[in-house]
């Protein structure tokens, strides 16, 4: 008899393993129903990589020239109330909802709009890792029940040009140092050295739904 107790315990273990696994393997599979990762068509990745990294680089050139002409025109006191009204406002210029959408976010975020996600930090952290090959670009497919999205993140690194604004804040203009507590205190986008990570431009497209007008803009570019 006392031989048969741990023979039962050691059943009754790998029962309880075998549910878990089991449960486990459920678990799993749920998941990869509501975030699947390239798992589409060759043609509909490269579509969509295409396409996001021209509406980024367009987004970006944008907001890169307002900003110099803003710093020329009354230097960075005058351009930092550029930036707080043109960059949501050339953002939603290139965004259409329901299609395709840009945004900026930040792990240390200056606009408390712009913090960035659990998904977004992590995606931040592979940027910032530079142990392997330097990455231009990471792309994702998130399936939901019934529609799907294409996202695409690319790394914003700063420039000496950003240094004036997000750079370390004794060295700042007082006149820039003060405009920005006023109107962000919650401020977290200072210290920055040249060539820092600086946050993430993300382009969301929606899937099926921007199929057509990622054609569109592919076919125009071809023409
Ligand atoms: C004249 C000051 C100024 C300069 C120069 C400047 N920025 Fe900013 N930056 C701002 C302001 C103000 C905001 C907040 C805009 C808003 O409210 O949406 C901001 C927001 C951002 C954001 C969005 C995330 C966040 O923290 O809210 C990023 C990313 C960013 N800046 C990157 C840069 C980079 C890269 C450069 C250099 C090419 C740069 N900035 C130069 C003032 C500046």
Not at 151 to 175: D, F, L, N, W
Request: glycine share 6%.
């Amino acid at each position: 008899m006392s031989m048969n107790r741990p023979v039962r315990r050691v059943l009754m273990l790998f029962v309880s393993a075998t549910v878990a696994i089991l449960l486990h393997a459920c678990s799993g599979s749920d998941k990869e129903s509501e975030t699947s990762e390239s798992s589409r068509a060759m043609t509909d990745d490269s579509l969509c990589i295409t396409v996001a990294r021209k509406v980024s680089s367009e987004f970006a050139k944008e907001l890169k020239s307002t900003l110099v002409k803003a710093m020329k025109e009354g230097g960075a006191v005058n351009a930092i109330n550029v930036c707080r009204t043109m960059a949501p406002e050339i953002a939603a210029k290139h965004t259409q909802a329901g299609v395709y959408s840009i945004k900026r976010v930040s792990d240390r975020n200056r606009n408390p709009d712009n913090l960035a996600d659990s998904v977004e930090l992590e995606i931040m952290a592979r940027f910032a890792d530079t142990t392997g090959e330097p990455q231009s670009y990471i792309s994702r497919w998130v399936t939901a029940q019934d529609h799907g999205s294409f996202v695409y993140y690319a790394p914003i690194r700063t420039g000496q040009v950003c240094m004036k604004c997000h750079g370390s804040p004794e060295t700042m203009e007082a006149e820039v140092r003060d405009i920005l507590r006023t109107n962000y205190p919650e401020d977290r986008a200072t210290g920055y050295q040249p060539g820092d990570l600086r946050g993430l431009l993300v382009v969301t497209i929606k899937w099926p739904e921007g199929k057509e007008w990622a054609e569109k803009l592919i076919a125009e570019q071809e023409k």
